[in-house]
């Protein structure tokens, strides 16, 4: 049989993935995912106990590479950015489907992240987020080689840095827009934690900033007139905590950090606010990124008039340190689609939902993506009692390679 985004795009997603259910090349792969619990939860653990702060991917990058390798993956490589990239080839490079997940941790790097068993639960920092991720990925390709599977298409599998916080998503952004691969990816999937209830086609846009305010400082008592940066801090505050955000298209804003002063008697040197900006809309985020830069415009110049006989003025730094762009893939597109169906096949009942994840940049780029769960249950993620059990992970490993297969095709 043949399948393609073309092909699903024309037709009801549901006789591709009947027509695949029914190949006997995926029901020896399911076989081989029924049959390999134990060898998914060693590979699991193996990955995990590799420590992957944020901007230091580079050693689990370096076995996730050697595995990749190790698994016959063709032109295995490490991009500028860190990106692992390996390549289970079809007959054509098109369509070519990247399927990813990200190596990065929320944790600095003195955490212990030794994998401990209770029960039938792995526990340590980073096991679901996104180790379960990184774990479907080796353990596709094993499926796929197992039965062996003969593509249509190709499918780019990618271990991405910097998906998390102030990662920035730096190793998707690096992939479509100076890497090997742009241009040439007709769809995108990303592992992403555990379940296998949500597909995430809406991304969650958001800027951060950190907003930096300096003046000349001095004695509270003798230098009193002297332009106050925690003052003018505090009047973007009041404004920026005015904003009514709409509800729909939900749009949120939080000022999560201020830090400031010297001591209750000094007329402090400096001042800074982190601030979280979040939209279903772009336009909204727009609009709410513009009140924030008034705000602060606006609290400057308030704070410099009202201490205009010192004859000193306050200096303003407004940094982005976080952009992470809105956008949809539509609920008509061929990959949602297909992800719905494939769930449905499989007795899950999907739902669709929005969240920040690497799949923001292609969404955002027009090219059809979702994040998925690859099955099993989590607990206390970006927490050090982070917790996964495999339980019904086979489900999530049999629903991402149908809706993988659906995409690219099966000779
Ligand atoms: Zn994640």
Redesign the pocket.
């Known amino acids: 049989m043949s399948a393609s985004i073309i092909s699903i795009a024309d037709h009801h997603p549901h006789d591709s993935i009947a027509e695949l259910l029914r190949n006997q090349q995926v029901q020896r792969a399911f076989d081989f995912i029924d049959s390999s619990a134990s060898r998914f939860t060693s590979e699991h653990i193996r990955i995990c106990e590799i420590p992957a702060p944020p901007f230091k991917e580079q050693e689990r990058g370096r076995y996730l590479a050697s595995r990749f390798a190790e698994l016959g993956l063709s032109d295995v490589h490490t991009d500028s950015e860190g990106n692992v990239i390996g390549f289970y080839r079809g007959q054509s490079d098109a369509p070519l489907l990247v399927l990813s997940a990200?190596m990065d941790t929320v944790f600095p790097d003195d955490t212990d992240v030794t994998v401990r068993r209770v029960g039938s639960c792995l526990c340590a920092p980073g096991i679901a987020?996104?180790t379960a991720?990184l774990a479907a990925l080796t353990g596709l390709v094993q499926a796929m080689n197992a039965a062996p599977i003969t593509l249509r298409g190709t499918i780019a599998l990618i271990a991405t840095v910097g998906?998390?916080g102030e990662g920035n998503l730096r190793g998707v952004r690096h992939l479509f827009s100076e890497g090997r691969l742009v241009g040439r990816v007709s769809a995108f999937i990303s592992f992403?934690?555990s379940g296998v209830n949500y597909i995430t086609n809406q991304a969650l846009g958001s800027r951060r900033y950190r907003v930096t305010l300096e003046g000349p400082g001095g004695h509270s008592w003798g230098d009193f007139g002297v332009v106050n940066p925690v003052h003018a801090l505090g009047r973007a505050i009041a404004r920026m905590a005015a904003y009514r955000a709409p509800v729909d298209p939900r749009t949120t804003y939080n000022i999560g950090r201020i830090e400031g002063g010297e001591s209750v008697n000094v007329i402090p040197q400096m001042a800074s606010m982190d601030v979280d900006l979040r939209s279903a809309s772009e336009t909204e985020l727009a609009k709410l990124e513009e009140f924030l830069l008034a705000a602060i415009n606006r609290a400057l110049e308030d704070e410099n008039a009202l201490r205009a006989s010192s004859g000193q003025k306050l200096k303003s730094e407004v940094k982005l340190i976080g952009n992470r762009p809105s956008g949809e893939t539509p609920r008509a597109a061929a990959i949602v689609r297909a992800a719905i169906e494939a769930s449905r096949t499989l007795g899950i009942n999907p739902v669709l939902n929005r969240a920040s994840?690497d799949s923001n940049i292609p969404i955002s780029l027009g090219i059809p993506a979702v994040t998925i769960g690859v099955g099993g249950v989590s607990g206390d993620s970006h927490r050090l009692t982070e917790w996964y059990d495999p339980a019904g992970r086979e489900l999530g490993y049999k629903r991402a390679l149908l809706l993988a297969l659906a995409i690219v095709g099966v000779v």
Do not use: A, L, W
């Open positions: 990200h987020d996104d991720g998906e998390e992403d934690g994840t």
